[in-house]
């Protein structure tokens, strides 16, 4: 099978990376004006879907708003992620300021994800640093020695209504609301201002237009929002072929390389998630702003991957669910059933 992620440079990897560094400079009117121009359809959308509501319309209009609102929230969602990273403003104290508000829209404590993040930054592709800001992923090896309890958890987190559907949802709304074992003083407090400010929101909305209307709102938005933004992650590192090694034979350059996906999508959804499909060059440099990675691209023509992942691919991956060691690569739950029999 020939490797999606080989990639020939003219120049060695190491040196590549290093030539992208201009392309982290972060400017300040195409951070604003990316904030403007999907900030302000999605407030207004959400005031179409109240109305739509209050006047009475059928139920089915609401819920095809909330398929665009879902949209521009998760346009939100990626500039809060780059404030998490510091590269989508010139001021850092802006920066703390917008991605602190983005993520209280976004149901996403600033702090802790921030730190989470990075974890994941440092240790995508690591077999044995697993745990911190990714998606579970077992090997063949560990499935095969789990117990049946750990099993069926594994099996129902990976099933496609609990990753896109439910799981979402439950991430968001509820899980992110929890401080995690990990966490110290400044994601502890991140967590519970985020809460008390979603809190006020809810509290708010309760007064005005009625806690029904707020959650006929906000629930589908999130639903949309959640389930595209999981995919998102969820196909950037999970794929075949893909890139997992124990630490001592884990190197960042192949993870980000090899590990992380070039996403190549139509142009309006490449709007909608703000460039992130070009992840295999945002885990080279994640302090490149999503609004800078077409350029590092086009400068770069040796990173258009020759075999880019599609959304057929994409698609297709759902069903990958285990990493064989022995093979190298990620394989299916049925794959695995017949290697066992």
Known sequence: ????????????????????????????????????NTLVPYLGLLVLMFFSIRTGQPYWLTLLLAVPAGAFLLRLFIMFH???????????????????ALGVLAFTPYGEWRHSHGVHHSTAGNLDRRGIGDVWTMTVQEYEEASRWTRLKYRVY???LAMFGIGPLALFIVFQRIVP??????????VHLTNLAIVGIVSVAWLTIGLPTYLAIQLPVMAV??????????VQ???DPSYWARTDDWESLDAALHGSSYYKLPAILRWFSANIGLHHIHHLRPRIPNY?????????????????????????????NLWDEARGRLVSFRQVARMAG
């Open 292 to 320: 800078n990675l077409p350029a590092a691209l086009k400068a770069f023509p040796q990173l258009e991957l020759s075999e880019p992942l599609t959304i057929g691919r994409s698609v297709r991956s759902v069903h990958l």
């Open 237 to 239: 590192h999970q794929f």
């Open 82 to 100: 780059d404030c998490c990273h510091g590269s989508f403003l010139p001021s850092q104290a802006a920066m703390r300021t917008v991605g602190s």
């Open 1 to 36: 099978m020939t490797d999606t992620h080989e990639v020939t440079h003219d120049v060695p990897t190491r040196e590549l990376v290093d030539k992208l560094k201009p392309f982290e400079k972060p400017s300040r009117a195409r951070a604003w004006w990316q904030l403007a």
């Open 181 to 190: 074992g990990h966490a110290k003083k400044r994601q502890i407090r991140s």
């Open 225 to 234: 929002a959640g389930a595209a933004g999981i995919w998102l992650f969820y």
């Open 158 to 160: 990976r099933h496609p």
